[in-house]
């Protein structure tokens, strides 16, 4: 059980750094980007073709990024442009659209069939007591910490991080003082855009993976979010983690591995319920 949860950590960790993108987009953008993995897709779909194609892997992960980079702004762009004066719920539900109109091109660009995501971090790092720890656990984790701290550092202490909170929380009075809301939204999206895309990229080749099942990694990613109340970094990170760990515990007990998948809606659910509980137990009084 413990060698399924610590093979859960390499979901885990890209459950994590999808959750962190959420809570960036949620607090900076005014937005729950339910397209983030999807995006992402278009990056390591990109990727897959190139590299099927002939193209040096580094290269055609380097075009996969760009790629997903020119997407994710795009949509950011429209957003801003057409939508800037809606409110978080209205631009949550257009990127609901987002989601449904990406995965539908995704398909069309790329085809219905699962592929082989080529891959250099398939193999073991290490072995501790008797339990193997792989190279793209490894890779996640360490990413969900880098990114969590390097976030961190950057919203309280660099001048484009200020910017972008004060935007969020005062997007007039920030327009009034001369911040280029538009680039510093469109920049944003672009961002998480490559953070969700080098975190699939290492994900991918440890699975046949289609469209839809990339993409709906945005699941669980919301319930890593939830956890954090898509305002806590660590506990975005701490969420993703352990759902994954969980979800690969369960996957190596024969009696519970059907319900590895049901996880994440459990624990959104459950979530929802312990975030209302007083509203409900006031009205119960």
């Known amino acids: 059980m413990l060698e399924g949860a610590i093979a859960g950590l390499t979901a885990g960790g890209a459950y994590a750094v999808l959750g962190l993108c959420l809570t960036l987009m949620y607090r900076l953008g005014r937005v729950v980007n339910l397209a983030q993995a999807a995006i992402g897709v278009v990056g390591v779909y990109t990727m897959s073709v190139l590299a099927d194609g002939g193209v040096p892997y580094f290269v055609a992960v380097l075009a996969g ?23 978080t719920d209205q631009r949550s539900a257009i990127a609901i659209a987002y989601l449904v ?27 501790v007591g008797g339990v193997t720890i792989t190279q793209a656990a490894a890779v996640c984790v360490a990413a969900a910490v880098l990114i969590t701290a390097g976030v961190s550092v950057f919203l309280a202490r660099t001048a484009v991080g200020l910017r972008l909170r004060a935007l969020s929380q005062r997007p007039t009075t920030a327009e009034l003082m001369g911040i280029p809301s538009r680039r510093l939204g469109v920049g944003l999206w672009a961002v998480t855009g490559v953070l969700a895309t080098a975190v699939l990229l290492v994900v991918a080749p440890q699975q046949n993976s289609d469209q839809l099942s990339l993409g709906l990694m945005v699941i669980p990613a919301c319930a890593a979010a939830l956890v954090g109340g898509f305002r806590s970094l660590v506990g975005t990170a701490v969420g993703g983690l352990a759902l994954g760990a969980l979800q690969g515990a369960l996957a190596h007990v024969s009696q519970l591995q059907e319900f590895r998948d049901v996880v994440p809606f459990v624990a959104i659910l459950a979530i929802l319920l312990w975030s209302q509980r007083g509203e409900v137990w006031d009205a119960a009084r």
């Open 65 to 87: 990024l760009v790629a997903a980079a020119l997407v994710a702004a795009g949509l950011g762009y429209m957003m801003g442009r057409w939508f800037a004066e809606a409110g």
């Open 101 to 127: 109109g990406l995965l539908a091109i995704e398909y069309l660009v790329f085809g219905t069939d699962p592929r082989q995501i080529p891959g250099v971090l398939g193999g073991p790092l290490a072995t």
